[in-house]
């Protein structure tokens, strides 16, 4: 199981970090990745990373902007989130698959998301 946290309501240009907390199934055989979807949109693969050996891929919406990370000792993935824009609205969901990948076929074990709202 998978659950996510930290989403709130941000000015643009501020920040957040998001947390995904695993629990059933220990990190570092897995890829954990972040995806997004705003209303009306499909969902989109936003970052992901390696839990056993820490590569990452971010889609060229967030790229220089936001960062994912691990904590495999509390079995957590984080994304923190800067320069935010109105167009990060949206609810941000985790999930794990066995590759590397920002396509969300490959990802199974969905949390049930936190809202993310950049506005002014």
């Known amino acids: 199981q998978l659950v996510e946290s930290g989403g709130d309501l941000v000015q643009p240009g501020g920040s957040l970090r998001l947390s995904c907390a695993a629990s059933?199934?220990?990190?570092?055989?897995?890829?954990i990745g972040w995806f997004r979807q705003a209303p009306g949109k499909e969902r989109e693969g936003v970052a992901c990373?390696?839990?056993?050996?820490?590569?990452?891929l971010y889609s060229d919406s967030v790229k220089g902007r936001f960062t994912i990370s691990k904590d495999n000792a509390k079995n957590t993935v984080y994304l923190q989130m800067n320069s935010l824009k109105p167009e990060d609205t949206g609810v941000y969901y985790c999930?794990?698959?066995?590759?590397?990948?920002?396509?969300?076929?490959?990802?199974?074990?969905w949390g049930q998301g936190t809202q993310v709202t950049v506005s002014s």
């Open positions: 990373i390696r839990t056993g050996g820490g590569s990452t």
């Open positions: 059933g199934f220990r990190l570092g055989y897995f890829t």
């Open positions: 999930a794990a698959a066995r590759l590397l990948s920002l396509d969300s076929a490959e990802y199974t074990n």
